[in-house]
C-alpha cells in the first residue's frame, strides 16, 4: 500500500518546559501526514471540502514511545489502514530522522459527512482512487 | 474607563522548552481579555457575529518585559483605548498575580467589517455601549 | 472516587474552519482537568516537578462524539481509572455545559519518570494521597 | 542583504471559524523565518542554545493585511533589520503564494541572553557571520 512520509522541523512553539515536544502537538503533524498521504493519491481535501464533504476525526489514538526535541527532525509516515462505506482509518508512525528513533504512532478515523453533518458515503471518484491504493499495496 | 481583569493559570501546552511560556501564547490570552471585558459591557461577540459583524485583528503589538512560568497565575488586564467609526483599540497588561510582576504589554487593533469583508460601523446599540464606558470613566 | 470538573469557554483560537473546536485542542482541556483533579487531592503537579518527579504521557485516545462550538462553554471532567507502581491513567468526559450534551470521551496513561527519565515509584506520600481517593470512591 | 524565503501551507490546525489562518497562528511563523535565515547564515539556534546563548523575544509588532486560508501555500520572507550590541531586530513579510497577496507585514526584536537570563553580546563569530551578512547586502 502507498505511504507518504513528509519531514517536520520542530520549533520552539512545539516544545513545553519539559524540553520536548508537548504531546499534543504531534497531532498537528499527524494532519498534514494524511492530507499530502491522500493528495499524492490525486485527491485534495480542500476540493472535497469544496464539493460539500468533511472528513471530521471521530477517533483518535497515540503511543507516545520517546520524545523529540527542539531543531530535531520529525519524519511522519503515513499510510492508510481501511477504507470503509463512510469512514477511513490513518495510520501513523513518527520518528526522529537522524537516529531514526521511533516517536510516536497513532491512528485516526475519519467519517465522510456532508455540510449538513449527515453521514454520507464519498464522492465515487475519491473512493475508487483510494481502494485502488489499498488494494494495489 | 471600565478595565476587566481575568485570571488565567499557566498550563504546560502554554510553555516552551526554555521553561516560560512561548510568546505567542499570551496573543490567545488577549482574545480572552477583550472578549470578556466587552461581554460585561453588555456586547457578546458570539452575537455580533450572529448579526452579520466581524471584528478582525488588523494590528497587533507586545512589549515582553519578563516570562511567566508553568502554573504561575497571570492576570490579563484589558481596557479599550478608542474606538472610532469602524475600528476599536484594546489595551492589555499581563502580570503575574503573586508577585503583582509585569510581564506583557500589548494593543490590537480591530476593524469592523461585515460578512462580505466589507468595512462597516458596528450595530448603534454596540457603539454606545462601548462609548459610554469610555466617556464615563 | 473523587472526580472534579472544571468550565473552559470556547475562544476563536480553539476552533478551525469547520467552524467547530479543533479535534487536537481538546487535548489542552485534558491537561487542565487532569491538574486541577490531582490539586483538589493536595498534590501539587509544579511541587511534583521540584522533586524531580515528571508524568509524561505514554499514551492517548479520544472519541469524538459531537463539536464544541466558539463561546460555549465545556465541562471538563476527570478522574483516576488507576494508579499503578509507575503510571497512572486518567479518563476525561466532555460535554457542552447549556445543553449537557456529550463532546468527547478519552482518557491517557502517563509514567512517573525521575530527571534522568528512569521510570519510578511516585513518592510515598502522593502515592498514597491518590489511593486513598482512589479506594474511598 | 541576505533574505530567506521559506513556504508553509496552510493546515486546518491553523485556521479558526472566520474561515481564515487565526492571527495568532502567522507568529509560529516568524519563528520558522528567522529560524531558517540565519541557518543559511551558518548560526544554528540550536548550537547557540547549547554554548548558553538565547533570544527570546522582547518586542513584536504585526499588520494584518488579508487573510490566508485552508491549504493556500504562504511566503514567509524574512531579513535582518539590524543588530546592535545585544539585540538583533528581524522584519517579516507574509504573502500568499498563488496570487502573490500580501498578508502580514511585521517585525520582533529579540534580546541576547545568557542562561542566567543576564543580557550579554552574542559570540564574535555570530556577530560576525551576520553582520558580514548585513553590510555586504
Redesign the interface.
Known amino acids: 500500500m502507498r505511504e507518504k512520509t513528509v519531514e517536520i522541523?520542530v520549533?520552539?512553539?512545539d516544545?513545553?518546559?519539559?524540553?520536548?515536544v508537548?504531546?499534543?502537538n504531534y497531532?498537528?503533524w499527524f494532519?498534514?501526514g494524511r492530507?499530502e498521504l491522500i493528495r499524492d493519491m490525486g485527491v485534495?481535501?480542500?476540493d472535497l471540502?469544496k464539493q460539500g464533504y468533511?472528513l471530521?476525526?471521530?477517533?483518535?489514538?497515540?503511543?507516545?514511545l520517546s520524545?523529540a526535541?527542539?531543531?530535531q527532525i520529525v519524519c511522519v509516515k503515513t499510510k492508510i489502514a481501511y477504507m470503509r462505506r463512510a469512514s477511513i482509518k490513518f495510520e501513523y508512525e513518527l520518528y526522529e530522522k537522524s537516529e531514526n528513533r521511533l516517536l510516536v504512532e497513532g491512528y485516526s478515523v475519519h467519517a465522510f459527512i456532508d455540510d449538513r453533518g449527515k453521514i454520507v458515503r464519498p464522492p465515487r471518484e475519491v473512493a475508487d482512487r483510494i481502494n485502488r491504493e489499498i488494494i494495489e499495496k
Open positions: 522541523r520549533i520552539y512553539a516544545t513545553d518546559a519539559m524540553g520536548v508537548y504531546h499534543m497531532i498537528r494532519e498534514i492530507t485534495v481535501y480542500a471540502e468533511h471530521p476525526v471521530t477517533e483518535l489514538h497515540c503511543h507516545y520524545p526535541r527542539y531543531d
